[in-house]
């Protein structure tokens, strides 16, 4: 999943000669908190409803209102704006663009080219967007957590119970996280499934798999057979 495939492309940007009073207006009318900051149709930095915030707060408490939306009048985005900003290419994939979000603590940033042009924004929410697709919940149905086996078509022994249920795979993630070594967690989100064969799957379960628990999205009904951390440690 590219970012280029989820990202804003309809970008909502403003020059760096444009004042605070500018930006702040663009964020209430689109319901953002970033704006690009273009300088000769370049990417110069980013301005956000924080830097806002910051820039005004230390006179708050001295001036009147008068007074403050004058000054927010007469400063320029250029001023307060975050020069050189982090970006990601627009091949990046959404992973790597949520561990750079995470790592650097913003809620989104602009999508460049290989130039460094222009292309979108990807923000938090587009990644949200991004990870229910993902995992499929949109279609409903019963997602399981399973503990099993790192080994060939240990996987695949446990979907073939689902089929013969009657169910249709969604989704299928898995993860060694927090896992002993030759383990792997996985989750497996199934729809069309014969609710009566939820107690026959997890009673066939094969050797070596262990039912972590399973959610059933359309019967709101929730089973959690052991979400322990000693649940983790062997199948």
């Known amino acids: 999943m590219l970012v280029c495939n989820w990202m804003s492309r309809e970008v909502v940007t403003i020059e760096h000669n444009q004042s605070m009073q500018d930006a702040l207006d663009?964020?209430?009318?689109?319901?953002?908190?970033?704006?690009?900051?273009?300088?000769?149709?370049?990417?110069?930095?980013?301005?956000?409803?924080?830097?806002i915030k910051r820039a005004s707060a230390s006179d708050a408490t001295t001036l009147d209102i008068h007074e403050l939306n004058y000054l927010i009048a007469k400063i320029?985005?250029?001023?307060?704006?975050?020069?050189?900003?982090?970006?990601?290419?627009?091949?990046?994939?959404?992973?790597?663009?949520?561990?750079?979000?995470?790592?650097?603590?913003?809620?989104?940033?602009?999508?460049?080219?290989?130039?460094?042009r222009l292309q979108g924004v990807i923000?938090?929410?587009?990644?949200?967007?991004?990870?229910?697709?993902?995992?499929g919940i949109g279609s409903q149905?019963?997602?399981?957590?399973?503990?099993?086996?790192?080994?060939?078509?240990s996987i695949m022994e446990v979907?073939?119970?689902?089929?013969?249920?009657?169910?249709?795979?969604?989704?299928?993630?898995?993860?060694?996280?927090?896992?002993?070594?030759?383990?792997?967690?996985?989750?497996?989100?199934?729809?069309?499934?014969?609710?009566d064969q939820l107690d026959w799957i997890r009673a066939s379960l094969p050797a070596g798999a262990r039912l972590l628990y399973f959610v059933d999205h359309r019967e709101n009904r929730r089973q959690i057979v052991?979400?322990?951390?000693a649940a983790q440690t062997a199948a």
């Not at 663009?26 to 956000?48: N, W």
């Not at 995470?102 to 130039?115: A, C, E, N, T």
């Open 123 to 135: 923000t938090q929410s587009d990644i949200f967007k991004a990870l229910l697709a993902l995992t």
């Open 76 to 116: 320029k985005v250029a001023d307060i704006m975050t020069p050189d900003p982090i970006c990601v290419p627009w091949d990046y994939t959404i992973e790597e663009c949520a561990e750079l979000l995470l790592r650097h603590k913003i809620s989104g940033v602009p999508v460049v080219d290989h130039d460094g």
């Open 159 to 195: 979907t073939n119970l689902m089929r013969a249920a009657g169910g249709r795979m969604v989704s299928i993630l898995s993860t060694y996280e927090g896992v002993a070594s030759g383990l792997r967690k996985v989750y497996i989100r199934v729809f069309g499934l014969d609710r």
């Open 226 to 229: 052991d979400a322990s951390p």
């Open 141 to 153: 149905g019963v997602q399981f957590g399973l503990l099993v086996e790192d080994r060939p078509g």
């Open 26 to 51: 663009l964020m209430k009318t689109h319901s953002i908190r970033m704006l690009p900051v273009m300088k000769r149709q370049r990417l110069a930095g980013v301005v956000t409803d924080r830097d």
